[in-house]
């Protein structure tokens, strides 16, 4: 059974950090792309952050780039979202999601099938 949880936030006041963890379970991240979205209230959902089966590729949505960074450790089946220098309007819904089309294990924000519960990040002023 394909399976994400997500866990690692909470509240955090505005320049603080979080480290969210995606634990998988059901497949083997190493070929499949893995990413983080987002869905603040009253918002449309968006791709913040996704790490490539290719090691060395991310790919970031411009308001994060700098002070958030994707990594991946396969063999614990974990992807994480390190998310420094936060801003209020980084409050949000953070989701794990993954691609598994076979051999594709590139970025796209349009081709994630598997999806987390969800973790609620909040950043204060």
């Known amino acids: 059974q394909v399976q994400l949880v997500e866990s690692g936030g909470g509240l955090v006041q505005a320049g603080g950090s979080l480290r969210l963890a995606c634990a998988a379970s059901g497949f083997t991240p190493d070929y499949y792309a893995m990413a983080w979205f987002r869905q603040a209230p009253g918002k449309e959902r968006e791709g913040v952050a996704c790490?490539?089966?290719?090691?060395?590729?991310?790919t970031y949505t411009d308001s994060v780039k700098g002070r958030f960074t994707v990594s991946r450790d396969n063999a614990k089946k974990t992807v994480y979202l390190q998310m420094s220098g936060l801003k209020p309007e980084d409050t949000a819904i953070y989701y794990c999601?993954?691609?598994?089309?076979?051999?594709?294990?590139?970025?796209?924000?349009?081709?994630?099938?598997?999806w987390g519960q969800g973790i609620q990040v909040n950043v204060s002023s």
């Open positions: 999601a993954t691609d598994l089309r076979y051999l594709t294990g590139w970025c796209d924000w349009d081709q994630f099938q598997y």
């Open positions: 790490s490539s089966s290719t090691e060395g590729r991310y």
